[in-house]
């Protein structure tokens, strides 16, 4: 166990939809990473916070937001959903923000219908 | 900018036998290199990383890498294999100056009797 908690862990909505994916990092962890695993395009990356703020960018569509709350959960927003967007979804946190300490959650497995 | 390349998107051995899993990488700085398992329906865990310390870098179950610079090579060995060992594994890279994990194809490992 990572100590970093997704949910759900399974999501199966229809095209056009908009779904959240909630993440808890390890107790302390001040930085949240999120990735995407498709079949297609591998693992990507999509987004960083640290601390509540934006800290870097990768692929992510515009459709796709994401924040970190005060309490440091993190939340991916994922709209006007396309059949594409299947994927399984992962969180990762890190305590000071670098990517040597991060460790992964199991995943958000989205279906999109 | 950074990338790896792993070669051979599967692998099988026998049990007992060596397990050799290649990554190459591109990096314009020196950098932090990475070996993730991915057991089925699970999430990403750390097998090993390499930020610049000794370069054999040794491991969680066994298993081990050696970052040869000259050959901008990180792959990953294990002396025996065992049945458990069956997973996806990942070569990542990351630049010093940069949070996010930039992931290879990925290597499925199968592990025969």
């Known amino acids: 166990d990572s100590g970093v908690t997704q949910t759900p862990k399974h999501l199966i909505t229809a095209t056009g939809q908009r779904v959240t994916l909630r993440c808890s990092p390890r107790?302390?962890?001040?930085?949240v990473y999120w990735y995407q695993q498709s079949l297609d395009q591998g693992l990507q990356f999509l987004i960083q916070?640290?601390?509540?703020?934006?800290?870097a960018k990768g692929n992510i569509l515009e459709r796709f937001s994401a924040q970190q709350f005060p309490d440091l959960h993190s939340e991916l927003n994922l709209s006007s959903l396309e059949l594409g967007d299947s994927a399984l979804y992962f969180c990762?946190?890190?305590?000071?923000?670098?990517?040597?300490?991060?460790?992964f959650g199991q995943g958000t497995r989205l279906t999109v219908v | 900018a950074q990338s790896v390349t792993q070669l051979g998107s599967h692998v099988s051995v026998s049990e007992g036998a060596l397990v050799l899993l290649r990554c190459n990488y591109s990096?314009?700085?020196?950098?932090?290199l990475f070996w993730y398992v991915q057991y089925p329906n699970q999430g990403l865990q750390l097998l090993l990383k390499y930020t610049s310390a000794a370069t054999l870098v040794k491991g969680i179950n066994g298993f081990e890498a050696e970052f040869k610079k000259s050959e901008t090579s990180f792959h990953l060995t294990k002396p025996s294999a065992h049945m458990s060992d069956a997973a996806e594994y990942f070569c990542a890279v990351s630049a010093r100056n940069t949070d996010k994990l930039i992931f290879g194809t990925g290597t499925r490992l199968q592990v025969f009797p």
């Open positions: 990096s314009s700085v020196p950098p932090y």
């Open positions: 990762a946190s890190s305590h000071r923000g670098r990517n040597t300490e991060a460790f």
């Open positions: 916070y640290y601390n509540g703020e934006e800290r």
């Open positions: 107790s302390g962890d001040l930085s």
